[in-house]
């Protein structure tokens, strides 16, 4: 079964930087484009980054670039989010999906994670 | 930004009757591969979000056959044709045509 846990949430001050990871387990990892998605409290979902299947190739909201970077490390299964500059509005659940594809072409993002908290204030 | 738009906010349905949502994007979501990349979740409370439908109307491995999707362009519905207890929760259209994907505000489905 797929299997996607994110880890790494938690409070921190404005300007302040915070590690998201995400566990991945259930499917080759290194063969599918992952997304980071969020939603913030009393809000809809907002799609934040993807990174096709290598690292190679990533893509940023225009809300979060230059602030947050997606990576992988394929030979850990896992996922990532560099946030960095954190501001009140980036207060969210944040969800790690899997995309359908390598590339996260359509960006078709079908198994997500159940999330973890980041709270900036 | 593609903006999605959904309807009603709130469904308060009736077990075992029939339900649907509608979505409607602000530019047409047909792809120049030809292909439309609207995309159905359901979010249940404490749960991950679950996607039921891709591409307007495939419905994803293990869904229940009571979901379908539809519609073409701009518009665009899901539908439950006998709603379960289960089926509560927070459901979302998303499209994936233009860059950034964008999502609808949620349509609340709830038992009367």
């Known amino acids: 079964e797929v299997y996607l846990l994110e880890s790494g949430g938690g409070l921190v001050q404005p300007g302040g930087s915070l590690r998201l990871s995400c566990a991945a387990s259930g499917f080759t990892f290194r063969n599918y484009g992952m997304s980071w998605v969020r939603q913030a409290p009393g809000k809809g979902l907002e799609w934040v980054s993807a990174v096709r299947d290598s690292g190679a190739t990533t893509y940023d909201a225009d809300s979060v670039k230059g602030r947050f970077t997606i990576s992988r490390d394929n030979s850990k299964n896992t996922l990532f989010l560099q946030m960095n500059s954190l501001r009140a509005e980036d207060t969210a659940l944040y969800y790690c999906?899997?995309?359908?594809?390598?590339?996260?072409?359509?960006?078709?993002?079908?198994?997500w994670g159940k999330g973890t908290t980041v709270t900036v204030s | 930004d593609v903006v999605m738009t959904q309807s009603p906010l709130s469904l308060p349905v009736t077990l075992g009757q029939p339900a649907s949502i509608s979505c409607r994007s602000s530019q047409s979501l047909v792809y120049s591969d030809g292909n439309t990349y609207l995309n159905w979740f359901q979010l249940r409370p404490g749960q991950s979000p679950r996607r039921l439908i891709y591409e307007v109307s495939k419905r994803d491995s293990g869904v229940p056959d009571r979901f379908s999707g539809s519609g073409s362009g701009t518009d665009f519905t899901v539908k439950i044709s006998r709603v379960e207890a289960d089926d509560v929760g927070v459901y979302f259209c998303m499209q994936g045509t233009h860059w950034p994907p964008t999502f609808g505000p949620g349509t609340k489905v709830e038992i009367k």
């Open positions: 999906a899997k995309c359908s594809g390598a590339t996260c072409y359509g960006f078709d993002m079908d198994v």
